[in-house]
């Protein structure tokens, strides 16, 4: 009979996994700087889209209208501090936010994105 416990961690090493796995299935646009020009180009429609500023994640988000919550981060006084972003077009974007912040999670030892951090 299998412990519990290794069941468990069986359970967490797979699911660590699928996530891993996840932001790189993902058809991700290229990095562009985070400029209302470079925002005025995305599709309005759903997706997930992640912004970094020096290398760093600064936020992960998800909408129905990427475009029109894009222009919103641009004034987000710690989103607005982003050099560039990405974003993938793709249903069910909140269920996918979830899933790339259990990732970023679990590579940063439990902590969210900077401005995330005090924005459960």
């Known amino acids: 009979m299998i412990e519990p416990a290794i069941l468990k961690k069986n359970k967490v090493q797979s699911k660590v996994m699928n996530n891993e796995r996840t932001e790189a299935s993902l058809d991700w646009s290229p990095w562009l700087d985070f400029d ?4 005025a180009t995305i ?10 500023a020096g290398m760093k994640i600064l936020f992960i988000g998800s909408s129905q209208n990427l475009r029109e919550s894009m222009l919103v981060c641009l004034s987000d006084p710690c ?11 793709i249903g069910s974007a ?19 994105p900077t401005c995330m951090e005090n924005k459960s």
């Not at 209302?36 to 925002?39: G, K, Q, S, T, V």
């Not at 909140?94 to 969210?112: A, F, I, P, S, T």
């Open 79 to 89: 989103i607005s501090k982003a050099k560039r972003f990405s974003y993938a077009l």
């Open 43 to 52: 599709a309005e429609s759903e997706g997930v889209y992640k912004m970094h």
């Open 36 to 39: 209302r020009d470079n925002i």
């Open 94 to 112: 909140d269920r996918m936010k979830e899933q790339l912040l259990d990732e970023y999670r679990n590579k940063h030892k439990g902590k969210l």
